[in-house]
């Protein structure tokens, strides 16, 4: 389940909010109304981490996630690397069950979103 991760940036304009849970992380960048301009997803499964990415102005992004950990020996900086689409059917799955005891509102408006580009309006 998604916990709220508290972080010192509340007295910027522009608000990021962090939600962890054990297997997916949920970033949520609002602006001074509050109003969600963008999220970004962040999931296991049995491939990998892979990313979802939205933005008001330019839609969704769909990434698979290299952590750079290939070999113990050197330790790069993980770097998103652009894919089609992701597993829909895992992700609001997993999604709809790691948000089920969260916030109401800023998961409806993402899940709402994830629905809409699986779906159509």
Same mark, same amino acid.
């Given at each position: 389940?998604? $916990?709220? $991760? *508290? ?13 962890? @849970?054990?297997? +997916? ?6 602006? +001074? *109304?509050? !109003?969600?301009? @963008?999220?970004? &997803?962040? &999931? ?7 990313? $979802? ?9 769909? +990434? ?20 089609? *689409?992701? !597993? ?7 999604? &709809?069950?790691? *948000?089920?005891? +969260? !916030? ?7 899940? &709402? ?7 159509? @309006?």
């Amino acid at each position: 389940m998604f $916990v709220e $991760v *508290s972080g010192k940036d509340d007295q910027r304009i522009e608000r990021r909010r962090w939600f962890t @849970s054990s297997r +997916a992380d949920l970033y949520l960048w609002q602006n +001074a *109304s509050g !109003d969600i301009e @963008s999220f970004e &997803y962040c &999931y296991r499964n049995e491939f990998g981490e892979k990313s $979802v990415r939205w933005h008001y102005d330019s839609g969704f992004e769909f +990434a698979d996630i290299d952590d750079g950990e290939a070999t113990p020996l050197k330790n790069n900086t993980p770097i998103c690397i652009a894919n089609n *689409s992701p !597993d829909w059917g895992y992700l609001l799955r997993l999604f &709809y069950k790691e *948000s089920s005891t +969260a !916030d109401a509102e800023p998961f409806q408006f993402v899940f &709402y979103k994830l629905l809409t580009e699986v779906f159509g @309006s």
